[in-house]
Nanobody, 122 residues
Framework: VQLQASGGGLVQTGGSLRLSCVVFRSVGSPKAVGWFRQGPGKEREFMSAISWNGGRVYYIDSVKGRFTTSRDNAKNTVYLEMNNLQPDDAGVYYC????????????????WGEGTLVTVSS
């Protein structure tokens, strides 16, 4: 299984971006997917997760109301819609799969994809 995040770029403060995470899977069923951010000089931070069928979505407080996570299993893709972006939202964004299905929100992840860079200009 491989995950690939894309859609990053340069945006002004208050702007929007939509990131995509394509899940390349040859066998098995969809799993919950999480989104993470690693800002400059910061540790990687868990931001959001979506269950395997999109029925449950989790956000950390700092992105609630601004970020929306969704998925289209027919396209094997998970999305992160980001609105009202702030300079603190800048960083490399990663997606990864739930490594221990059954709990919510997911606590362990694997199959990390390469990240996509989001830059927010002030």
């Amino acid at each position: 299984v491989q995950l690939q995040a894309s859609g990053g770029g340069l945006v002004q403060t208050g702007g929007s971006l939509r990131l995509s995470c394509v899940v390349f899977r040859s066998v098995g069923s969809p799993k919950a997917v999480g989104w993470f951010r690693q800002g400059p000089g910061k540790e990687r931070e868990f931001m959001s997760a979506i269950s395997w069928n999109g029925g449950r979505v989790y956000y950390i407080d700092s992105v609630k109301g601004r970020f929306t996570t969704s998925r289209d299993n027919a396209k094997n893709t998970v999305y992160l819609e980001m609105n009202n972006l702030q300079p603190d939202d800048a960083g490399v964004y990663y997606c990864a799969e739930d490594a221990r299905p059954g709990g919510w929100p997911p606590r362990e992840f694997n199959n990390w994809g390469e990240g996509t860079l989001v830059t927010v200009s002030s």
